[in-house]
């Protein structure tokens, strides 16, 4: 049964601002939301995580409401560089496997 | 950026035959794992590795497989007698804590082809 839902695909122009809403309706008071993307042929890469509110990094952010039913990830100003899969994870305290859906394919238009 | 690195990037071998994947975690991380990925298919847990020891396991993770961290710095997953459906990407990943607060890291993996 997946913990998280995320569209399977999207797609975006170059410039723009793309977010990626998950949902997770189960998530427990100690959990986690962790973000990875994936490029083909290479490993997971982490991206950001959070608990509550907003997190923010180098390339991304991430807002999580207070009722932590879903999160969305932020990508400002997205390149052809950024197409790849997305992953959310609802990352188990304390159970140290990551459990992967099929993520979200986001397409990078020129 | 501290990486972890897997080798061989890609390893054919005969079915029937063992594998040995190799990898280098992070160096002060302490804890380890193994994933593998099936040609488009999900990223699937196999084993989570601390303290000289398997914490967590998958129905993957048979007798067919083991884990060793042989010293201070190599994380090794072997594989007896391949299978053809043992053909994936694997991926090792480290952290530096087991818990959800402490994002695991992985390496680009290796790809393994049983011919």
């Known amino acids: 049964l997946a913990k998280t839902t995320q569209p399977i695909s999207m797609d975006s122009y170059e410039g723009q601002e793309v977010n990626i809403t998950c949902s997770h309706n189960n998530i427990a008071t100690n959990d986690y939301i962790t973000w990875y993307q994936q490029f083909p042929s290479q490993g997971p890469r982490f991206i950001i995580q959070g608990y509550k509110t907003k997190v923010t990094n180098e390339v991304a952010s991430l807002f999580i409401p207070a009722d932590r039913k879903s999160s969305t990830l932020s990508l400002p100003r997205v390149s052809l560089s950024d197409t790849a899969v997305y992953y959310c994870l609802d990352a188990d305290f304390g159970n140290e496997k990551l459990t992967f859906g099929t993520g979200t394919r986001l397409t990078i238009i020129p | 950026e501290p990486e972890v690195t897997q080798t061989p990037s890609h390893q054919v071998t005969q079915m029937g035959q063992e594998v040995i994947l190799r990898c280098v975690p992070i160096?002060?991380?302490?804890?380890f794992y193994w994933y593998r990925q099936i040609l488009g298919q999900k990223v699937e847990f196999l084993v989570s590795f601390y303290n000289n020891e398997i914490s967590e396991k998958s129905e993957i993770f048979d007798d067919q497989f083991s884990v060793e961290r042989p010293d201070g710095s190599n994380f090794t997953l072997k594989i007896r007698s391949t299978k053809l459906e043992d053909s994936a990407m694997y991926f090792c990943?480290?952290?530096?804590?087991?818990?959800?607060?402490?994002?695991?890291?992985f390496g680009d993996g290796t790809r393994l082809s049983i011919l």
């Open positions: 160096s002060n991380h302490l804890y």
């Open positions: 990943a480290s952290s530096s804590q087991g818990v959800s607060d402490q994002p695991q890291h």
